[in-house]
């Protein structure tokens, strides 16, 4: 499939810099490295990619969500004292964004040139503050969840009548069959790579919503899947799958963890049909996995009528299932799921509490009772509950 403008040069950003600031990286072609490489014997030395950067693993990660526009303004320093005064040692910050903008403005000859805004204005300086304060750095790149990519490749996403398909918000996404949308992808959680993060968390990985109940009615590609002798279902767990394996050896070159988002309610089935997710497989292929098991987001679920109102619980039972379907891993991922500290007012009189400090410290108690201790808080305009315990005791 032939396609212009960005899509067209990431081959050339899937392979490692030849050295720190080296300006020719987009010289040399796919091929020609790709022979290079082949032509090491095994036991040589494999070039790993130096930011620059030091950060050390924390004894457990307690990271917090910030947006490009915290992370490049005024919000960054408040929530840098946040890490300072308390246990929270990480942060999750977007590079590429719900809309699939990339929130950097990268150099002028970047693929990602056209698509790079201005909300993180030094991303650099930026985690040169996190290093000195050693606040590990995770780069948070929303997938296959992007309305930027289709308005120039129509073709990499879902479309329905003609045109780009979005869902009930106005989003649109791209098409997890295609190597083209998956290559766009990891060229940006290079570009991070090569910033300094020391980790990748892929999000939106899987296909739209209920897609089950479209397959039929859009139209879009199946690349090298539209021959395989399994129901669309297998398919698309096979293209979820395949891009996270995919994704973490082209990213081993620069000595990067690799973290997958994944729905909670994907544990506790054998594999959610119409997204693609099972939890297993992707288990298998990443360093970490974050499921997000916001009390908010479930519906009756656990024996638990109105979830939101008994986070500890929620989290507790969540917890129990998680255990055991990564107990039957030989290699299992760290487990850091997402936590809520926001209020789910939407859900109506009755159905919700609001989140506070005792909220959030209920959930983190119920990991740490499971025997979890790495977790994420989402917040999405990044005002963090005061007072918080994040080192609980456990029972």
């Known amino acids: 499939m032939a396609t212009a403008g960005v ?38 030395p494999r070039f790993v990619y130096d930011s620059g ?8 990660v307690r990271g917090i969500y910030v947006t490009g526009n915290s992370a490049g303004g005024n919000r960054f320093d408040e929530l840098l004292k946040l890490t300072e005064s308390t246990d929270l040692n990480a942060m999750v910050i977007d590079i590429k964004d719900d809309w699939g903008n990339v929130t950097f403005e990268g150099d002028k000859d970047s693929p990602y040139a056209k698509i790079g805004k201005s909300y993180i204005k030094n991303p650099r300086a930026m985690l040169e503050r996190m290093e000195e304060k050693q606040v590990y750095p995770i780069a948070r790149i929303v997938v296959f969840k992007d309305s930027i990519l289709p308005k120039e490749n129509p073709e990499l996403s879902f479309q329905d009548g003609g045109k780009i398909w979005v869902n009930g918000r106005g989003e649109a996404f791209v098409n997890p069959f295609l190597k083209e949308v998956w290559d766009y992808n990891i060229g940006i959680a290079i570009e991070a790579a090569k910033l300094g993060f020391k980790e990748i968390q892929f999000d939106y990985v899987r296909f739209p919503e209920g897609f089950e109940n479209r397959d039929s009615q859009l139209k879009y590609g199946m690349g090298e899947y539209k021959d395989m002798k399994e129901d669309n279902v297998q398919k698309r767990v096979h293209a979820v799958t395949d891009f996270v394996t995919y994704a973490r050896e082209k990213l081993k070159p620069y000595g990067v963890k690799i973290s997958v988002d994944i729905f909670g309610y994907t544990a506790t089935l054998p594999e959610a049909p119409g997204i693609g997710q099972n939890f297993g497989k992707i288990s298998e292929n990443v360093d970490v996995i974050s499921s997000m098991i916001y009390p908010s987001h479930w519906t009756s ?7 939101d109102l008994e986070p500890y619980k929620l989290v507790h039972e969540y917890a129990k299932v998680e255990n055991e379907k990564l107990s039957k891993l030989k290699n299992p991922p760290i487990s850091r799921p997402w936590l809520q500290d926001f209020t789910a007012s939407y859900l109506g009189s009755g159905n919700y509490r609001v989140y506070g400090k005792t909220e959030v410290e209920e959930q983190i108690k119920a990991l740490y009772d499971s025997g979890i201790e790495e977790y994420l808080l989402w917040n999405a305009g990044n005002t963090y509950s005061p007072g918080v315990d994040y080192t609980p005791e456990t029972e």
Do not use: C, W
């Open 7 to 44: 899509v067209g040069a990431l081959a050339l950003t899937a392979h490692p810099a030849m050295a720190q600031g080296d300006k020719q990286i987009h010289s040399n072609s796919t091929r020609t490295n790709a022979i290079a490489m082949k032509a090491l014997p095994l036991d040589s």
């Open 53 to 60: 950067l030091t950060f050390e693993y924390p004894d457990a």
């Open 301 to 307: 679920y656990f024996g638990i009528d109105k979830p």
